[in-house]
């Protein structure tokens, strides 16, 4: 079974300040891509940041960037100089190439403290 | 930037009553999706569309759900006969290939079933 966990249903950084958010996934594909959405109380789901499972290189953009662990199959997310704007609910996300159906985690939870 | 449209944002419907959730995807895009969040659980995967067809579909896409595309534009989602437990925001989503491309969502259709 393809399955995503994020084990922290909550997390709180200080503004200005570095936060990681956990998540693992199981699976027994060797080509995936895995996402990290942002979804505010507007509730949209917004793309945060994604990796391909073939690329070795961790995925970067801006202020947020992933350390992407292949064979212990975990994937967390770093946001660095942490904003107010950060604070929302976050999912981590996977997905098997060629394939529509995305596996979702069941969301942390970042506040954002100013 | 291009993005997909959802409407309504927001509806109230009596359980019993057929609910139609409209979708308007990015314009170059192929493929597309509807996911459902109940409140406080994990976005889940409904369905997939391509070609006119659905592609693929999970256990929660029963005979009670239906998509189409009537007018090559709008991708609706109809729940025939809802019940309390259709209660969610439903995200529509698109995206250029299945091939691994990012998955973009709309800003969600929250339905109320009373």
């Known amino acids: 079974a393809q399955t995503v966990t994020q084990s922290q249903p909550e997390m709180s950084v200080q503004e200005a300040e570095t936060v990681t958010l956990s998540c693992t996934y199981d699976t027994s594909e060797s080509d995936y891509y895995l996402f990290w959405y942002k979804q505010p109380p507007s509730r949209q789901m917004i793309l945060v940041i994604r990796q391909e499972a073939y690329k070795q290189q961790n995925a970067t953009e801006n202020r947020f960037s992933v350390n992407f662990q292949k064979a212990a199959k975990s994937f967390s997310l770093k946001i660095s100089d942490s904003q107010l704007g950060d604070a929302a609910m976050y999912f981590c996300?996977?997905?098997?190439?060629?394939?529509?159906?995305?596996?979702f985690g069941a969301g942390t939870r970042l506040t954002v403290k100013p | 930037e291009p993005e997909v449209t959802q409407t309504p944002s927001h509806q109230v419907t009596q359980m019993g009553q057929e609910v139609i959730l409209r979708c308007v995807p990015i314009s170059n895009h192929l493929y597309f999706y509807w996911y459902r969040q109940i409140l406080g659980q994990k976005v889940e995967f409904l369905v997939s569309?391509?070609?006119?067809?659905?592609?693929?579909k999970s256990e929660i896409f029963d005979d009670q759900f239906s998509v189409e595309r009537p007018d090559g534009s709008n991708f609706t989602l109809k729940i025939r006969s809802t019940k309390l437990e259709d209660s969610a925001m439903y995200f529509c989503?698109?995206?250029?290939?299945?091939?691994?491309?990012?998955?973009?969502f709309g800003e969600g259709s929250w339905l109320t079933v009373v």
């Open positions: 989503a698109s995206s250029e290939s299945v091939s691994g491309n990012t998955i973009y």
């Open positions: 569309f391509y070609n006119n067809e659905i592609s693929e």
């Open positions: 996300a996977y997905r098997v190439y060629n394939n529509n159906d995305m596996r």
